[in-house]
């Protein structure tokens, strides 16, 4: 969605959607009207409302098909629990799990992946939140203290003195609220959803242990015994 308005949305365009309005109004206002300021794509209404209920029959099809398929081919439930036996040669013999443990252990994934969809989703909105606090930040800055100096009407003398230290406290408080602060926080709230949402979806965690570049690791022979 994101590169289908960089194409189809320019600054000419009378309708300029929000892709975040987009995506609240496909479970707030499902399969209803598509207002003209929200309308991105043709046949908008009806898409958005079939990914909705394909989302919605993937939580039944996440905790029934998998038990399903290893109670029919039991080779499937054997091929699939291979990976999870321990590693010590000495332990020959598995546990066997019966149809209803796996459907409740089915059901603790199906939920712990439902809620965290849901939780993660819910979390980038944090960036919106940024950027709503920006514009307004910037509306007060420029507001009581450029308009206000643009504003000063005292006489020929003071007026072109004033403006210019309205500008350079304008400047200051934009390069250190909006810039500086803001953009710290952007960064380390992008760094944090990258780590903590994105990354849940397949990161492990397990392997060797990093180990950076070093002269003095390679001259102590650290790097040969690994």
Not at 42 to 70: N, S
Request: aromatic share 12%.
């Amino acid at each position: 969605m994101i590169f289908y308005k960089w194409f189809a949305i320019n600054a000419r365009s009378e309708a300029q959607p929000s892709l975040l309005i987009c995506l609240i109004n496909m479970f707030l206002n499902f399969a209803g009207e598509i207002e003209p300021e929200n309308h991105l794509f043709p046949m908008q209404r009806y898409i958005q409302a079939a990914l909705v209920v394909i989302a919605v029959i993937c939580i039944p099809w996440m905790f029934g098909a998998k038990p399903l398929i290893e109670h029919l081919y039991p080779r499937v439930r054997q091929a699939s629990y291979e990976q999870f036996e321990n590693d010590d040669e000495e332990e020959e013999e598995h546990e066997e799990h019966s149809t209803m443990d796996m459907m409740v252990h089915q059901g603790i994934e199906t939920i712990e992946f439902t809620l965290g969809c849901i939780s993660n989703t819910a979390s980038y909105l944090r960036l919106w939140a940024l950027s709503l606090a920006h514009a307004e930040l910037s509306e007060v800055l420029w507001d009581m203290v450029m308009k206000a100096g643009l504003g000063m009407n005292i006489n020929k003398y003071v007026n072109p003195i004033a403006l210019v230290v309205a500008f350079a406290f304008w400047a200051c408080l934009t390069v250190a609220i909006l810039i500086v602060m803001e953009g710290l926080s952007a960064f380390l709230h992008a760094l944090r959803l990258h780590w903590v949402e994105f990354q849940n979806k397949f990161y492990q965690g397990e392997g060797h242990l990093f180990a950076p570049f070093s002269f003095a690791r390679m001259l102590n022979g650290d790097d040969d015994e690994q």
